[in-house]
């Protein structure tokens, strides 16, 4: 059975004091439909606080929810439902299962209203879909974590929420037992077709769960899209710190090339040259550029006959060896991080002192917000 | 033997109402996000400093017959509330309140947010949560009540005294009555009594902390099958 699926609607302004009169403020308006949407960001920017206020644990004082038709806060009303009027299942970081039930007691907590042999039913259609159901006798303490979080998810789909919230609910978990979950997580929604918002600051996760990302920096959405281009765009140095950017340079803008779609800019501290892509700023203005590790190119003569418009010449700083990413510090006015293989480190003689030319794609450079 | 007797059913008693009035007591004060809740904690908090013998006289003066309770008792029963079992109990009661709702907040308190969230986001309204989530993960913490409020009961001597006086199978219990022992040098009807006290004590004392470190688990599980 096929239905349309709902979409959960949140405007929502929360303002929490920290220490020493500073205060947290969350300001987001968004939308989520039908399928997983990865809420994305560093820890601290928020994503949690976010799903409380939509599960109704929190209560912003500015806010309007909607879940479909249905208001779940709009604090111009006056209205505000209790998380137990509100049908939405919410899976925490931890498994969070009731220590002195059983697995099945743990699964059917929510249906206290149904009958018995319903009730049955449905706890072991769920722990059976998630791979637990051998454990129904089992307390918490005796089982895994990831099984535990199995049973956690199990638990909170048994009632037919609404919505679901899944705040990094696979932490800790390794990518082949994650992805299965996920992976029953989907077929289960094939049918009822609901909202997922599911927090993560592991740029992995985004790349293999989303169909949509939004990114989430300070209390404020930063960028929306597909996992694509939120990650390769980051819109903030944190941001990009998290989605795996481990160059930022600073540079002052040098010339624009509107008709070129690029503009020169010189690295603070060197004279060495970048070609970036066009970006919101003028002549003379300070930019910080963002770049991976994994996108700049060495070579150990000087490079001719290439597309990439960037070539700089440098010297080897410092090599390190990390399992099978070798990282290597380069002096080419300011200090690159280039990453590159055993391999490519043996072939090319590659050790401290040796001089270097870095070649960098002119749109691997990204602009970012300090 | 009769004033053992008297103490153990005081104890008992006293022991039974605190569960009673200090559960929801405790769980409000364990919830409550009120500013001035720290001076309901104090007033709960009084009869661990007070002298006895003070809280001892405020009670005889309110229980007494020009009290106000004593007036009410007086026009509703005929006779006062001083000098009766009863009002043993009811001084006992204030006298260890802190004993059982200090234990019971720190058990209610110790119970893990997330599962009462996740209780609340399951549809479960305060009273589900609170009999099926938070009930059973605090019983250590419910035993230790009962057990410190019945042993403090069992060995209180100011409160008695000046709200009981000394009224054999009525209010004359066993401190009273080691104390009438030694006042009329009666050492070995004291020695008695006081080591039968004692024995008491700390049986029920050695039973809270052999559950509170599960000496003996009553129902065994087996791990890592």
């Known amino acids: ?370 | 033997m009769q004033a053992l007797w008297l103490s153990v059913r005081l104890a008992a008693s006293a022991a039974a109402i605190l569960l009673l009035i200090g559960m929801p007591l405790a769980y409000w004060l364990a919830q409550s996000k009120w500013r001035g809740k720290f001076l309901l904690e104090s007033v709960v908090a009084l009869p661990l400093v007070l002298p006895p013998t003070v809280l001892g006289f405020f009670l005889l003066v309110a229980m007494g017959a020009n009290g106000p309770i004593g007036k009410l008792w007086v026009a509703l029963f005929g006779h006062t509330l001083a000098f009766t079992f009863l009002g043993l109990v009811v001084a006992s009661v204030l006298y260890s309140l802190p004993f059982a709702v200090q234990p019971l907040v720190a058990a209610f308190e110790s119970v893990d947010g997330r599962l009462l969230d996740a209780a609340a986001v399951l549809g479960a309204g305060r009273w589900r949560t609170f009999r099926g989530i938070i009930l059973p993960l605090s019983v250590p913490g419910i035993i230790t009540a009962a057990v410190l409020s019945f042993t403090h009961t069992l060995g209180e001597f100011g409160v008695v005294l000046m709200v009981g006086g000394n009224i054999p199978g009525i209010t004359r219990t066993v401190s009273i009555d080691i104390y009438d022992h030694v006042q009329s040098l009666e050492y070995g009807a004291a020695d008695r009594m006081a080591i039968a006290l004692l024995l008491i004590s700390f049986a029920v004392l050695s039973t809270i902390y052999a559950v509170n470190r599960r000496v003996w688990i009553p129902w065994p599980v087996k791990r890592g099958e």
Request: aromatic share 6%; proline share 5%.
């Open chain 1, 1 to 370: 059975m096929q239905n349309a699926g709902v979409t959960l609607a949140a405007r929502v302004r929360f303002k929490r004091p920290l220490r020493h009169h500073a205060s947290f403020e969350l300001d987001v308006d968004f939308q989520v439909g039908p399928g997983i949407t990865i809420l994305f960001g560093a820890s601290g920017a928020g994503k949690s606080t976010l799903l409380d206020c939509i599960a109704g644990l929190l209560k912003p004082r500015d806010a309007r929810i909607t879940l479909g038709q249905k208001a779940l806060q709009d604090s111009a009303a006056g209205i505000f439902l209790s998380p137990q009027e509100r049908n939405i299942a919410y899976l925490f970081q931890a498994p969070a299962l009731f220590p002195h039930m059983t697995v099945e007691q743990n699964a059917g907590y929510g249906l206290a209203g149904a009958a018995e042999p319903e009730r049955t039913a449905a706890v072991f259609y769920l722990l059976e879909l998630f791979r637990v159901a051998h454990l129904a006798r089992r307390k918490p303490e005796e089982i895994s974590g990831g099984e535990a979080q199995r049973v956690a998810l199990a638990r909170a789909l048994a009632p037919s929420p609404r919505a679901v919230l899944l705040d990094e609910p696979l932490k800790g978990l390794d990518a082949e037992l994650k992805s299965s979950v996920v992976d029953d997580l989907r077929a289960w929604n094939r049918a009822s077709r609901l909202p997922i918002l599911y927090v993560t600051h592991q740029r992995d996760e985004v790349d293999a769960l989303g169909e949509r990302v939004i990114a989430l920096d300070h209390g404020r959405i930063v960028s929306e899209g597909t996992p694509h281009s939120v990650l390769n765009a980051p819109r903030t140095k944190r941001l990009a710190r998290v989605a795996g950017f481990e160059n930022y340079l600073t540079a002052a803008v040098q010339e624009l090339r509107e008709a070129d779609g690029i503009m020169r800019a010189r690295l603070t501290g060197s004279g060495a040259e970048l070609e970036l892509p066009l970006g919101y700023a003028g002549v003379g203005d300070r930019v910080v550029v963002a770049i991976r590790a994994g996108d700049i190119l060495l070579a150990i003569e000087r490079p001719t006959g290439l597309s990439a418009r960037n070539i700089l010449e440098g010297t080897i700083d410092s090599v390190e060896v990390r399992g099978a990413t070798v990282v290597c510090r380069v002096n080419a006015g300011a200090m690159f991080l280039v990453h590159v293989t055993p391999g490519a480190l043996r072939a090319l003689e590659i050790a401290a002192g040796k001089r270097v030319w870095l070649v960098i794609k002119t749109h691997s450079c990204q602009l970012v917000e300090e």
